[in-house]
């Protein structure tokens, strides 16, 4: 069985424990020669204000935690690595796809859960993960769903976006993860808004596809990072801060 770290509710523990052995489908892709997740050199400036230079990293399988200080350029580096923000300097590969040369190629293998997620306020959450299913060429199947309702949100995913808590639309996105079979999640935050319950649905979730994926997500939140397994680095640990 797996055990929730220091922190969390007896409520939550009991969630974890039914959260076990999940049927969500995963592509091993340990034995790959290439990371799934590498940069470098990567640098960003806003006008005069240097966010970070010269980062990079090589990641195969498994969870990482960017764990820095509030307004320290986290989310400006999930951005870069998710195609999303274009950087001064430097390269990102997804799946061995550099997302410069071939960015429709790199963001097939890519699952990214931004911070806010209301990219489609009109959409309902249904109408969203059909689209994330048709885009990957795969359907939302009923282990789908069922990570949907232990995530609590089978009474929310005929919402629109714009109607939604802002933990449920993060939970929305974070479904969709296991919706065909990319190799790299990058969630910014992806805690954020969520209670006990729903946390011990994401750490199992986040165990679970580490075991073939990689997962990137940001955290001021430890106790999280430790309950993951994650492999914890600052911005030092990439290469420096501006």
Same mark, same amino acid.
């Given at each position: 069985m797996l055990l929730l770290r220091r922190g969390f509710e007896a409520t939550a523990e009991a969630t974890h424990a039914a959260t076990l052995a999940p049927r969500y489908p995963v592509?091993?892709?340990? $034995?790959?020669? %290439?990371? =799934? #997740?590498?940069?470098?050199?990567?640098?960003?400036?806003?006008?005069?204000?240097?966010?970070? %230079?010269g980062l990079h990293d090589d990641i195969t399988s498994g969870c990482v935690a960017l764990n820095d200080e509030s307004?320290?350029?986290?989310?400006? #580096?999930?951005?870069?690595?998710?195609?999303?923000?274009?950087?001064d300097a430097g390269e990102v590969w997804l799946g061995g796809h550099s997302l410069r040369t071939?960015?429709?190629?790199?963001?097939?293998? #890519?699952?990214?859960?931004?911070?806010?997620?209301m990219t489609y306020p009109? %959409?309902?959450g249904r109408e969203y993960l059909n689209k994330v299913a048709s885009a990957?060429?795969?359907?939302?199947?009923?282990?789908?769903?069922?990570?949907?309702?232990?995530?609590?949100?089978?009474? $929310?995913?005929?919402?629109?976006?714009?109607? =939604?808590?802002?933990?449920?639309?993060?939970?929305?996105? #974070?479904?969709?993860?296991?919706?065909?079979e990319t190799r790299?999640?990058?969630?910014?935050?992806p805690v954020g808004g969520l209670d006990a319950a729903a946390r011990a649905v994401l750490v199992d979730l986040f165990r679970?596809?580490?075991q073939t994926r990689t997962v990137f997500?940001?955290?001021?939140?430890?106790?999280?990072?430790?309950a993951c397994e994650a492999r914890s680095v600052t911005f030092a640990d990439l290469g420096g801060r501006g």
């Open positions: 592509k091993d892709t340990r $034995h790959t020669l %290439q990371p =799934m #997740l590498r940069f470098e050199n990567l640098s960003k400036r806003y006008g005069e204000r240097l966010i970070f %230079q307004g320290s350029g986290k989310s400006t #580096l999930l951005g870069l690595l998710a195609g999303t923000i274009e950087p071939a960015p429709l190629a790199a963001k097939s293998v #890519l699952t990214y859960v931004p911070e806010d997620c009109d %959409q309902t990957r060429k795969t359907a939302v199947t009923g282990d789908t769903l069922d990570l949907a309702d232990r995530f609590g949100l089978t009474p $929310h995913l005929d919402k629109r976006f714009e109607q =939604m808590s802002f933990g449920t639309r993060k939970k929305i996105f #974070l479904t969709a993860a296991v919706l065909g790299v999640l990058i969630a910014d935050e679970t596809l580490a997500f940001s955290s001021y939140d430890t106790v999280f990072t430790d």
